[in-house]
Structures are given as C-alpha cells and as structure tokens.
C-alpha cells in the first residue's frame, strides 16, 4: 500500500503548520509549560531537548530565562501581578499576549528577548520590534495602530521596573509613535451597511449579531455576551466588559424585529455559533469576519466599526454630547469626537442651519 510515511510522534510531542506552511513542534504536559524545541525531529538532539523538558534536572533555555534574576521575563511575571496591570480581564489578556510577544521574539543569535537584563535593553530593540509589528501582514494582524498598542503597552511595563529600582529610564520613551490617520476601527457607511443588510436577512445569526452592534453602539465583545436575561421590558441592560459602567438602552424598534425573529431555543445567550454554545471573544471576531466577507465587504469592515455608525447616525440626527456618551459611555468630549468623525458635515451643517432658521427667522421683519 503506497503513501508518504508518517513518522509517529514521541509521547508529549505535537505538530503543526506555521503561517509559512512549515512544520513545527511543541512540548505539551499538564504539569509543565508549553514548549518549541529548536532541533529537528527526528534528531538525536531533538530527543536529548524533550528528556531535558521532561526530567528537569537539565532545564532548556525558556527555565532558565524565567528562573534568571533580572531578566525582561521576570519583569513581566512581577508586573502582570501587581497593582499598576490594570484593566478588566479581556484587557489584561490582551496587554499580556502583547507582553509575551515581545519576550518571545528572538534577535538574530536566537536568543529570546525576555532573557535580556530588563536594566540594560535599549531602546533600539523596543524600536525595532514596534517597527516591525507596524507592518500589516495579508492575516490582517499588524498595522499603525497594533505597533502604537504594542509601544503603549511596552511602557507601561518598562514604567514598572522604575518603581522597582531596576531602571533609571524608560527606554519606551525614545520609540516615535508610528503615524496613522489616526481613526482606528473604520467606520461604516450606509452602502456598507445595506450591502451587509442585502446578504444576512433577518432570523439569521449573522443579521443578529450586526443588529446589536449597530442599534447598542457595544464593542463586539459585549455584543456576544447579551443574554435574554438582559431584556428588561423596553431595555437592553447590563454591564459594560471594559469600564464596569452599567448601562440600559432602550431597544430600538428594527433590533425588536431582529430578535423576535430568530428560531426558539432555550439557551440563555443570543447569539450562539453553529454548536449551539456562546462564542468567545477572539471566536465572535473571527466568526463576524466572515460573515463581513460573505457578504463582500471589504475587510476595513469589522464588528467595532458597526459602534462608530451607530455614534456616526446619533451625531447626524443631531443628538447631543450627553445623548453620546449615555449610549457610547464614554467619559469625556474629546473621547466621543473620535467615534464621530466620520459624521457627514453636510448633514450636521443642515441641522445646524434649520436650527438657526427656526430660531432667529427674518431679523429684517422683527419690531425692535
């Protein structure tokens, strides 16, 4: 019987494909952290790393690098522990991916950066690694505002080992912000939003979980998690995942429909991937990615884009600061004029005329 043959993998080894279609390997046991070894398999090298992961009594270099005082991987571990990581759980979890990315880069001798003196790594390293995190790769990852997060996050770490006596400096500081048009998440249009209206009917999924992003303005991540149980009467209510804010939105007439179409079922969530369970964070991102190309969108086209429409249409109807940030929740002006740039000034300048028509009339005419 013909065919390539299939080597059988060591107890505790796996393998996978990397995004250039190469094969890696990892060490995984419960007890123990994942790890890539840095032989080939199959290699007596390769067997002499996994007894060295497994007994522990020769520890390979990811140990030792968390094990070694002073090391930029110390740093990390002290400050996802203290006070100055703040931030609600999907926060952290981002900022700490972020973290563990930088840690895990290797310079061109393969030597990992978290095994670095966090006193002594200068600012060129930081430099190029937010350098090269600008670049938006064809995965969609990467770009201005992914290097300028990862330089924001980056300092506040370097900021911790000041307060711990091991710096005199941030060398985050030297890093230039990369330049962007400064507007993040892209905003829908309204052809974008018809066209997306046009694919996903209403009593699908997809027409729900768009629904609820564009008639609440909540981040995707909070837009997953609304349960039926979040139904009080004529409101949506709940809390909001990253400032803690409660928040109640009346239930705009168009996501009533939308709701009240959708098939029976008992679970508590309402919107549930083909498995019938509750998506994750990163899940639903990916989950509404699809449902945007499906629909031919570009992929400017994402769920957080649908928060800044519904505050783009709020503005050009003429809705206050106030009624902005009640819905956005936002704490100041300056945070709410990000998410409505892209309000038409035609229309805002229209209102902005009737209203002085209405008001002020023909002065010609007025008995003084």
Known sequence: MGGRLVLKLPKYVSAFADRHGKTRYRFRKSDLKTYF??????????????????NQKTEPDFIRAINKRG??????TKYISSSSFQGNDITKSKKKAILQKFCDKENEHHIRQGERPAATCPFYVIDKYVTERSIKR??????????????????????????????????????DPIPSNGEGYHCWSEEEIAQYQKKHSIGTTARLAFDLMLWTAK???????????????KYLIGTDGKTSKTWAISIAPDLQKSMDAMPLNNHDYMILSERGEPFSPKGFGNKM???????????????????????????????TQQQLKAISLHSNDREVTTYVKKANQRKLAENAIDILANNFGDLANLKL
């Open 71 to 76: 090391s930029i991987d110390e740093l990390l």
């Open 37 to 54: 070894p840095k032989c080939n398999y199959p290699s007596p090298e390769f067997d002499d790393e996994l007894a060295s992961w497994l």
């Open 289 to 319: 990615a699809g449902w945007c190309d499906a629909a031919g969108l570009s992929d400017r086209c994402r769920g957080h884009g649908l928060r800044k429409a519904c505050m783009r249409r709020l503005a050009e109807a003429g809705a």
């Open 138 to 175: 064809p995965d969609r990852s990467g770009g201005p505002e992914a290097a300028n997060r990862a330089r924001k996050v980056l300092l506040g770490m370097f900021r911790y080992a000041i307060k711990l006596g091991i710096r005199t400096d941030n060398p985050v500081e030297l890093v």
């Open 219 to 233: 981040r995707p991540t909070d837009a997953s998690q609304i349960k039926k149980s979040n139904i009080d009467g």
